[in-house]
Structure formats: structure tokens, C-alpha cells
């Protein structure tokens, strides 16, 4: 005998049956909504890239304008204070603009300042910021070149001898390229050198060079400050009764690595602010009059002592 199923299984087969349909075609709407989203979506993201593309050209845009506007400008001031104010007033401004904080903030100044330029296309400048100062397009090839004789008159010049020809080259190398001559403007010049370097036989010395311009070269690769920090815990100790100041070791850090052939891979030069404050790092029980001495002795540092 056959069986049937009876009506009230029926009617929930049916019911389930109408379910299943009503969820699958909620499903299929919801999918539906959710491609239209992604397609709106893709649309939005095209449309914010093409919007931020537009922003970006804008702000170059805007940034170029500004920058000429601000070159015009400080050239029409420089120039008016060039035209009605006499070189003593004028002078007197420079030295009130070239701060030390200014002259602290300016990384590279001693690179540049004994740098031997190549010639044709260089790369002197190469990842070091110059002040607006001596920039001609800001201050116009003759404020620049006043900017930078006022500069070089308030800084204290000592000098290591290495070779006779580097103090001409020191007076006569224009190290902003705007066709300045520190000549012009250095009224005293001290020079030191070591009377045992002299005595030496030249085929020691070049041997001691060779071998300690190595140990530079390996030490210019290095970021800051740790460059900085190998230096001086190589070459330097604490001393109450020593003669090197902290600003006499900055110039001769940056000596020593402005000497060696530029490489765009190396980190630029600290500015003398920074390097202080290494050193307060490396000899934390330093008080603000403390002295160093050279506890290794180099070429390498001995050339601007």
C-alpha cells in the first residue's frame, strides 16, 4: 500500500520550501547591493586619487609662486637697503642677522670653506642647506656676496697648515659659488702646525696618512650622530688641563671629513649646535668649561690643532 504524506507535512515542506526561496533572493539582492557599493566605491577611490593629483599640482604650483614671491620681495627689500642705507648700517645688520645660532644651524660651513671644488659640474653644494642669506636669488649677487664678508668677518679663523698652497685656497676659494672672495673680508688668519710633522721623514708620514685617511673614509659612511660619537671616543678624552675647546673640535671634525672625496652616499655634516651636543653625549661629566686632549695621535687630527 502506497503512503501519502499527510497535509499538515505538506504544508511544512511547502512553508520551508517558500523560505528557502525568500532567503535565496534576499541573498541574491544583497550581493547586488554590495557589487553596486563596490563599483561606487572604485568610482570614489578613482575619483579622491584624481582629486589628490589635482591637490598635489596645486601645492607645487603654489609653493613655486610663493617661493618667487618671496625671492621678489626680499630682493626688492635687500635692494632698497642697498640703495638708502651706507655699507656701515648695512654691515651692522649682517652682523646682527649672522647670530651665532644662524652661523650654529649652518651644517657644512666648514666643509664648504675648505672644499676644493673640482670645477665644471660639481657637487660642493650637494646636501647642504644655504641660508637664504647667501642665496642671490633671495639677497641678489651683491647682498650675497655682503651677507657672506659679514659672515666671514665674525668668525673666529684658526687654521691648520697641511700644505703651504691650502691657506691661498682658503683666501681666494668661493665656497657658495656666488663669486666671493674670503680675501676681501678675513682680516687676521692664524695658522698652526705641528714642527714634529715636519720633522718627519716623508715616507713615514705618507704611510701614517694613507693609513688614518682609511680609517676616515670608514667612518664617513656612517650616519649621524654615530659618526660623530666614533670620532670623538676615538681621538678624544677628557682633560681639565687640555687645550681643545669644544668648538675647536668641531672644526676639526669638519675638516677631517670635508677633505675626503665626496660621495652623495655619505650623511652631510653636522651643524656645530649638534655636534655639541654629541659631545655632551659622549662625556656626559663634562661642565661648560671643560677641555679635551688628543689621546690618538693623527694626521688626520693633528692637521687643525
Not at 577611490?45 to 601645492?59: A, N, V
Not at 684658526?158 to 685656497?169: E, N, S
Request: glycine share 6%; charged share 30%.
Amino acid at each position: 500500500m502506497k503512503r501519502t504524506a499527510s497535509p499538515v507535512a505538506r504544508d511544512e515542506v511547502a512553508s520551508s520550501s517558500k523560505k528557502l526561496r525568500g532567503i535565496q533572493s534576499e541573498e541574491k539582492r544583497i550581493v547586488e547591493d554590495v557589487n553596486d557599493l563596490t563599483a561606487q566605491i572604485a568610482a570614489l577611490e578613482q575619483e579622491r586619487r584624481r582629486k589628490f593629483d589635482e591637490l598635489q599640482k596645486q601645492t607645487a604650483k603654489f609653493t613655486e609662486e610663493a617661493a618667487t614671491y618671496s625671492q621678489i620681495s626680499t630682493r626688492h627689500a635687500v635692494g632698497d637697503m642697498r640703495t638708502k642705507l651706507p655699507r656701515e648700517i648695512r654691515d651692522m645688520i649682517y652682523h646682527h642677522l649672522w647670530d651665532w645660532s644662524a652661523i650654529y644651524a649652518f651644517a657644512g660651513l666648514e666643509k664648504l670653506t675648505y672644499n676644493k671644488c673640482p670645477g665644471g659640474e660639481c657637487h660642493c653644494l650637494r646636501g647642504i642647506k644655504i641660508p637664504r642669506y647667501l642665496d642671490p636669488d633671495f639677497f641678489g649677487p651683491d647682498g650675497a656676496i655682503e651677507a657672506a664678508e659679514a659672515l666671514f668677518r665674525k668668525l673666529p679663523w684658526t687654521t691648520g697648515l697641511v700644505r703651504a698652497d691650502d691657506i691661498k685656497h682658503i683666501l681666494t676659494n668661493d665656497p657658495f659659488h656666488i663669486g666671493f672672495s674670503p680675501l676681501n673680508a678675513v682680516r687676521q688668519l692664524t695658522v698652526r702646525f705641528s714642527l714634529d710633522r715636519c720633522a718627519r721623514k716623508e715616507r713615514g708620514t705618507s704611510r701614517e696618512v694613507r693609513f688614518y685617511e682609511k680609517d676616515l673614509l670608514s667612518l664617513q659612511v656612517l650616519p649621524e650622530p654615530e659618526r660623530t660619537a666614533k670620532w670623538l671616543q676615538t681621538y678624544f678624552e677628557e682633560d681639565p688641563a687640555g687645550k681643545i675647546t669644544r668648538y675647536r673640535m668641531c672644526n676639526m671634525y669638519m675638516y677631517c671629513l670635508g677633505r675626503l672625496p665626496f660621495s652623495p652616499k655619505n650623511p652631510p655634516l653636522p651643524g656645530l649646535w649638534e655636534f655639541v651636543n654629541e659631545v655632551k653625549r659622549v662625556f656626559p661629566q663634562t661642565g661648560s668649561g671643560m677641555r679635551y686632549r688628543i689621546k690618538h695621535k693623527s694626521p688626520a687630527v693633528t692637521s687643525r690643532t
